[in-house]
T-cell receptor, first 114, second 114 residues
Framework: GAVVSQHPSRVICKSGTSVKIECRSLDFQATTMFWYRQFPKKSLMLMATSNEGSKATYEQGVEKDKFLINHASLTLSTLTVTSAHPEDSSFYIC??????????FGPGTRLLVL | AQSVTQLGSHVSVSEGALVLLRCNYSSSVPPYLFWYVQYPNQGLQLLLKYTTGATLVKGINGFEAEFKKSETSFHLTKPSAHMSDAAEYFCAVSEPGANSKLTFGKGITLSVRP
């Protein structure tokens, strides 16, 4: 149980294009999902908290117009990196919150912007 | 505010030896505590968690951890290391409540020598 999927697993795009990453909770409903960014050899940096049916809450320093988050259903949240640039290249990981504050993580999406 | 300290960045043990990964936390309320493991280019997998009740928690793959309030610690142990245990390990703390976020330690890389 408590499986979270992400799609795509890897994406390469040109600078200036937009990329959408999907996060799905497969066997449970999640009113809250989280989006993280992880740099090489570093811990996870929380970008935003996504709540079903409402606007996402962004962490300080994260541009909400650049990283658009939509949580349209209890099993799906999407992160769109708009007008991507090479500095946006990173490993993006989502999680879905289950019982007792436990977060279940997706497998991650490797984004490379050329 | 909550925080997690994982001292050191790398631990190396021989196959069959005891694994001990240290984690200390600070929290203004009784915390929820988690250990996650990350294999290369993958998301995080929940190893074990402490929320309430028994302070010795058993997880997957033979790992266990003990919540010691007096020491504000939640160290992870495994009696006998296996080669497949080589990975990155993250300790995390959460304060119970709606939309409570996880705060991660910086992670420890575990290497297992043949």
């Amino acid at each position: 149980g408590a499986v979270v999927s992400q799609h795509p697993s890897r994406v390469i795009c040109k600078s200036g294009t937009s990329v959408k990453i999907e996060c799905r909770s497969l066997d449970f409903q999640a009113t809250t999902m989280f989006w993280y960014r992880q740099f090489p050899k570093k811990s996870l940096m929380l970008m935003a908290t996504s709540n079903e049916g409402s606007k996402a809450t962004y962490e300080q320093g994260v541009e909400k117009d650049k990283f658009l988050i939509n949580h349209a259903s209890l099993t799906l949240s999407t992160l769109t990196v708009t007008s991507a640039h090479p500095e946006d290249s990173s490993f993006y990981i989502c999680s879905a919150r289950g019982l007792r504050e436990t977060q279940y993580f997706g497998p991650g999406t490797r984004l490379l912007v050329l | 505010a909550q925080s997690v300290t994982q001292l050191g960045s790398h631990v190396s043990v021989s196959e069959g030896a005891l694994v001990l990964l240290r984690c200390n936390y600070s929290s203004s309320v009784p915390p929820y505590l988690f250990w996650y493991v990350q294999y290369p280019n993958q998301g995080l997998q929940l190893l074990l968690k402490y929320t309430t009740g028994a302070t010795l928690v058993k997880g997957i793959n033979g790992f266990e951890a003990e919540f010691k309030k007096s020491e504000t610690s939640f160290h992870l142990t495994k009696p006998s290391a296996h080669m497949s245990d080589a990975a990155e390990y993250f300790c995390a703390v959460s304060e119970p409540g709606a939309n409570s976020k996880l705060t991660f330690g910086k992670g420890i890389t575990l290497s297992v020598r043949p």
